[in-house]
């Protein structure tokens, strides 16, 4: 299952409403987990079953989605949110990752 | 706290064989799959396979199919992941991550990650 993501890159200010969409190349139901990954770390999972918050992780962040249609949204941009979010299906073998989206500061 | 901590870094030559480990805490390591994800420079995640430690029956890509082994030592926690046949283009981070199965008993996600361990090839 190809997962894509867009956009690839996005500029944003602190205080903005940002919202990543991904998309499957077949319906995977509500296996869509989100991820964010910061530089030289490993990725950290966000949500989980399209959208639910993974517990510690901040209620800006909220995920949508089924089907083959998904969003993840962080309504009010944080200095520590700028960083790559990567998606995910869980729906069939092998497990397939978006490209990833670089969230960059205007 | 459920902890995965990796080998450190290794640099092999093409042609030559690599083994990263993770070793598992705060949990127990027998109640979770494992998986290994790995992630070339500046690109994305790949994901390679998983084992069930309890088991020890395992699930690779098939694009790893032939050059990968994934084994565990339960006496320790630890998970391992050999990579045979290095060439360039295996250059990447590796990460193992925790599998967490939902409600269903299908729908699962990567929970924690292990910090990573960069492998190079280079002759």
């Known amino acids: 299952i190809q997962m894509t993501q867009s956009p690839s890159s996005l500029s944003a200010s602190v205080g903005d409403r940002v919202t990543i969409a991904c998309r499957a190349s077949q319906s995977i139901s509500n296996y869509l987990n989100w991820y964010q990954q910061k530089p030289g770390t490993a990725p950290k999972l966000l949500m989980y079953?399209?959208?639910s918050l993974q517990s510690g992780v901040p209620s800006r962040f909220s995920g949508s989605g089924s089907g083959t249609d998904f969003t993840l949204t962080i309504s009010s941009l944080q200095p520590e949110d700028f960083a790559t979010y990567y998606c995910q299906q869980s729906y069939s073998r092998p497990y397939t990752f978006g490209q990833g989206t670089k969230l960059e500061i205007k | 706290q459920v902890q995965l901590v990796q080998s450190a870094a290794d640099v092999k030559k093409p042609g030559a064989s690599v083994k990263v480990s993770c070793k598992a805490s705060g949990y127990r390591f027998t109640d979770y799959y494992m998986h290994w994800v790995r992630q070339a420079p500046g690109q994305g995640l790949e994901w390679m396979g998983y084992?069930?430690?309890?088991?020890?029956?395992?699930n690779y890509a098939q694009k790893f199919q032939g050059r990968v082994t994934m084994t565990r030592d339960t006496s320790i926690s630890t998970v391992y992941m050999q990579l045979t046949r290095l060439t360039s283009d295996d250059t990447a981070i590796y990460f193992c991550a925790r599998d967490n199965i939902g409600e269903d008993g299908n729908l699962d996600w990567f929970d924690p990650w292990g910090q990573g361990t960069l492998v190079t090839v280079s002759s």
């Open positions: 084992m069930n430690p309890n088991s020890g029956h395992t």
């Open positions: 079953a399209a959208s």
